[in-house]
């Protein structure tokens, strides 16, 4: 994998994926690759009672029953539809079911202003049909029809990004499982094979974008992902996606437990701080969610590797987060330089600690920043 920036789940976790194959005695719907009890193993990791002879590691960290719920829906015939605010690994998780399931998490539709019916179903290999005319092998698939045609799960992203009319015409394919081509005479219609399943994803703060329509939803079992607020279950997906990037980066350098303690107490403050704001511009524009927390941790790991001396210190944390929220000014900035100053400083006189670093470095990033 070293020649790929960022391999899909099936290729990065493929050891453990044949592994849990070759063990699998479970019954397997349809076309599945694992059962449904060994695709909640390798989402949620292996525990004594599995009596496994190995180790599967967690790879998403969030309530056992939204798993179960979500691999439920997949095996009957309505779709499944990960709603949640951003951050909240709704992509993440919908990629390993896809790799736990089929064995292929790539047959995406990101939706979007742009995004068109044709990406859901067909669209055409111009050169090709100008020189031999229109053919099922001048036909280009997407990647939902190729899910069809193979009986695996197709994946739409930002499902409440695109139009109604994308919408419109996914519903056609959830409700009839086939898909016409009437610009063929002889073999135009795709049929879905057994397995054929879509899993999307929608940002709960996109409402009002393009909302779903009623007849869409009945075609969708939800499962809402909610925001992580248990501190130590956010501290385990943090640390967990800090060893990915150094690994990737092939970075030998150590996140102190007592840094990643004040990089979760400061995102719940400013999250508390949000919660009680009245309008808008007393809120960050961050979601203040654990993936930004991840990137503020990334950016902060990366700074003091090529530009610090190898260690992270409380400043460059506190640099980095001020950085990373501070989206617009003035009102960010006004958000933050009252926080550091309403609840840094009186915890750095009061605990002291990596807080009288963080303090000063929040400092000097709000003043360079204003």
Same mark, same amino acid.
């Given at each position: ?29 349809? $076309? ?34 939204? %798993? ?30 896809? !790799? ?8 995406? %539709? ?36 190729? +899910?069809?045609?193979?009986? %695996? ?18 519903? $056609? ?13 002889? #073999? #135009? ?13 929608? #940002? ?5 974008? #393009? ?56 995102? +719940? ?7 009680? !704001? ?39 944390? !506190? ?6 929220? !501070? ?15 309403? %609840? ?8 002291? *600690? ?7 470095? *929040? ?8």
């Amino acid at each position: 994998m070293s020649d790929i920036l960022r391999a899909p789940a099936e290729v990065k976790y493929a050891e453990e994926l044949d592994w849990l194959e070759s063990v699998d005695t479970g019954s397997k719907p349809f $076309s599945w690759r694992l059962s449904p009890k060994m695709v909640r193993t390798f989402v949620l990791g292996s525990e004594r009672a599995d009596g496994l002879n190995r180790e599967i590691t967690q790879k998403w960290f969030g309530d056992r029953s939204i %798993v179960e719920r979500a691999i439920v829906t997949l095996a009957s015939d309505r779709g499944l539809l990960l709603i949640g605010d951003p951050g909240t690994g709704k992509s993440w998780l919908a990629e390993l079911l896809a !790799a736990a399931i089929s064995r292929n998490s790539t047959l995406v %539709v990101q939706g979007t202003a742009g995004t068109t019916e044709d990406h859901i179903k067909y669209s055409w290999n111009v050169s090709m049909v100008i020189a031999k005319g229109q053919s099922r092998d001048s036909m280009i698939p997407s990647p939902i029809m190729t +899910a069809m045609e193979g009986g %695996v799960i197709g994946r739409f992203e930002e499902l409440t990004r695109s139009t109604s009319d994308v919408q419109d015409a996914l519903i $056609s394919i959830l409700s009839e499982k086939y898909v016409s081509i009437p610009e063929l005479d002889d #073999n #135009n219609i795709v049929f879905a094979k057994p397995g054929f399943s879509v899993i999307a994803t929608a #940002n709960s703060r996109d409402r009002g974008v #393009n909302d779903l329509s009623s007849a869409l939803k009945r075609r969708f079992n939800f499962v809402r992902i909610p925001v992580v607020t248990n501190k130590k279950s956010e501290a385990e997906i943090v640390r967990f996606r800090t060893e990915e990037l150094l690994r990737r980066h092939a970075i030998d350098l150590e996140v102190p437990p007592t840094l990643l303690d004040v990089l979760l107490q400061s995102f +719940a403050d400013l999250r508390t701080a949000s919660a009680a !704001a009245t309008s808008d511009d007393e809120k960050l524009e961050s979601a203040l969610s654990t993936a930004e927390q991840i990137g503020v941790l990334e950016d902060a790991v990366l700074h003091s590797t090529f530009f610090g001396e190898r260690e992270l210190t409380a400043q460059t944390l !506190a640099g980095s987060l001020v950085g990373s929220l !501070a989206r617009r000014s003035p009102e960010d900035l006004a958000i933050l330089s009252t926080y550091w100053h309403g %609840v840094i400083e009186p915890r750095s006189q009061n605990e002291g *600690g990596e807080w009288t670093g963080f303090l000063e470095g *929040g400092r000097q990033a709000i003043s360079v920043l204003s």
